[in-house]
């Protein structure tokens, strides 16, 4: 029969510390369980007719959970696009704020914002930077998804830059209208691989 050729002391030892080593790993796990779940989630967007942009607002908010709000422009937006456009470049061109309906409660109790924007001009809408403006996101993480008919997010990006300087900004992912159906498995890759964003330097002229 074998016989183990260390000493019962030295077994017992062993066995202590493997025990002690299995206990931390335990506690290091609830650790971080507890922290990932204390981290508060937040999907704020603007929907113009409660369409595009909302749909993904919806498709995110199945993945990463945590609470929806919907921005909304105290002055609702006319049903005519023609009138919808020439308000928009007014709001542009002078740089307006327009009020929103609602702030978010307790908006300092979340961690990461996942904001949904239609593209404007190439731009974010007012109603936005409103919405920005009136809450504080220093020290957040800001997610941003953008929709749009024909329009890019390169363009987008500077702009969030610049109206939160204070915040972790992520790289954005463009859903194109004509791809929104279509848009969960992008959505997917797109949340499972996220990174900080990176301003491209400018080239010299």
């Not at 061109?93 to 990461?112: C, E, G, L, Q, S």
């Not at 919405?131 to 997610?143: E, L, P, S, T």
């Not at 969030?160 to 992008?186: F, H, N, Y």
Request: charged share 25%.
């Amino acid at each position: 029969m074998y016989k183990s050729s260390l000493p019962i002391r030295t077994i017992s030892h062993w066995g202590r510390k493997c025990s002690l080593f299995f206990l931390l790993g335990m506690l290091f796990s609830f650790s971080n369980l507890q922290a990932r779940e204390n981290k508060k989630v937040l999907v704020a967007y603007f929907s113009l007719r409660g369409g595009v942009t909302k749909q993904v607002a919806e498709e995110i908010h199945r993945k990463v959970g945590g609470d929806l709000f919907r921005i909304e422009p105290a002055e609702p937006y006319p049903t005519e696009y023609s009138d919808v456009v020439a308000r928009a470049k007014e709001e542009r061109n002078n740089n307006v704020y327009p009020k929103i309906k609602r702030k978010v409660p307790r908006f300092a109790a979340y961690d990461t914002i996942y904001l949904g924007i239609p593209i404007w001009f190439g731009q974010l809408p007012g109603v936005v930077k409103t919405f920005i403006a009136q809450h504080d996101f220093r020290g957040k993480v800001v997610v941003p998804f953008a929709t749009s008919g024909k329009s890019g997010i390169a363009k987008l990006m500077p702009h969030l830059t610049q109206q939160l300087p204070k915040s972790r900004l992520m790289e954005g992912i463009l859903i194109l209208k004509d791809e929104v159906d279509s848009s969960a498995p992008r959505i997917d890759q797109w949340l499972r691989t996220l990174q900080p964003y990176r301003e491209t330097p400018k080239k010299d002229s």
